[in-house]
């Protein structure tokens, strides 16, 4: 059973930085992919960023690009979202998520991944 597991979440000031992590466990699939998503209180789930480790590639929205960096601890079996230059307008629940096969597509697709983390709070003051 895949489980994801996230943490990292707060409070900041504009112009903050973020660390989320995300601990997988019971995954056997090499060719899995990481995303994260964010929820903003009345606005609908979207897509933040995609980390694909087997191809080395990432993907991340307009909305974050220059300020996002995915990264991936092996050893720890955790994925990283590095968050700089924070905004009011990123606030919300952020989620990880986890996929896996070829089926994938940028922006993200949630019905792509079928396995999330609980989400954590991200709070942005200006």
């Known amino acids: ?4 597991v996230e943490s990292g979440g ?17 995954v056997t699939d090499s060719s899995g992919r990481m995303g994260w998503f964010r929820q903003a209180p009345g606005n609908e ?41 924070l905004k009011p307008e990123d606030t919300g629940t952020y989620y990880c998520a986890y996929g896996s096969g070829d089926d994938y597509s ?11 983390g609980q989400g954590t709070q991200v709070t942005v003051s200006s």
């Open 1 to 4: 059973q895949v489980q994801l």
């Open 10 to 26: 707060g409070s900041v000031q504009a112009g903050g930085s973020l660390r989320l992590s995300c601990e997988v466990s019971g």
């Open 45 to 85: 789930r979207e897509g933040v960023a995609v980390f694909l480790p087997g191809e080395r590639t990432t993907w991340s929205a307009a909305s974050v690009e220059g300020r996002v960096t995915i990264s991936q601890d092996s050893a720890k079996n955790t994925f990283y979202l590095s968050m700089t230059n």
């Open 106 to 116: 940028f922006p993200p697709n949630e019905d792509e991944y079928p396995y999330w």
